[in-house]
């Protein structure tokens, strides 16, 4: 469209009052993070999303973290990896930084990995970041390990970030290693 045809439509808009119906349809600037119905159903057998941030809030059973933690289980042995998705909605733009991916039992599991880089803008199309569990497959145990993420506005004020010391769990198996991040298709089987 030239600039004629973006003034007329600009007018049209206006006479219309359609500009004003437009804003009210749009989606509002904020930020929602998930765990989509297919990974939650290999995860917990319910097709269903587990809304873990919604409109820019943790969601309540996120809350008492220590509670919800030991509702959650280890991530059992056939799962390599995890989805997560989110999406910003609106315009506004959001910055994630994950400041630490630390396995705190190193003989059994390594650093977990994303497959997105470290710092980054949190897309406005909802979109899957897949957290890999390397296992080692050295012996059979259940390694501790941390996800600290942090999520900044455009400020670069932190508005979320992964609960205070949150720690995760991961069950590995002997001769069962997952280094290969290579091989993305064979994550989750
Ligand atoms: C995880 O995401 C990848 C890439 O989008 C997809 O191929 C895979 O099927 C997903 N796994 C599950 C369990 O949803």
Known sequence: MGAV?????????????LCGVRAAARQPD??????????????IGFEEDILIVSEGKMAPFTHDFRKAQQRMPAIPVGIHAMNFSWQATGRAEYFYEFLSLR??????????????????????????????????????????????VIIMNAEGNIILQTPQNAIFFKTCQQGNANEDMARLSDWVT
């Open 103 to 148: 396995s705190l039992d190193k003989g059994i599991m390594a650093d977990p990995t994303v497959n997105i880089p470290l710092l980054g803008m949190v897309p406005h199309k909802p979109s899957v970041v897949q957290v890999g569990f390397p296992c080692l497959g050295k012996q059979d145990g259940v390694a501790a390990f941390e996800v600290n």
């Open 30 to 43: 904020t930020l929602y993070l998930w765990i989509d119905a297919q990974q939650a159903r290999v995860l």
């Open 5 to 17: 045809g973006r003034l007329c439509a600009l007018l049209l808009c206006g006479a219309l009052s």
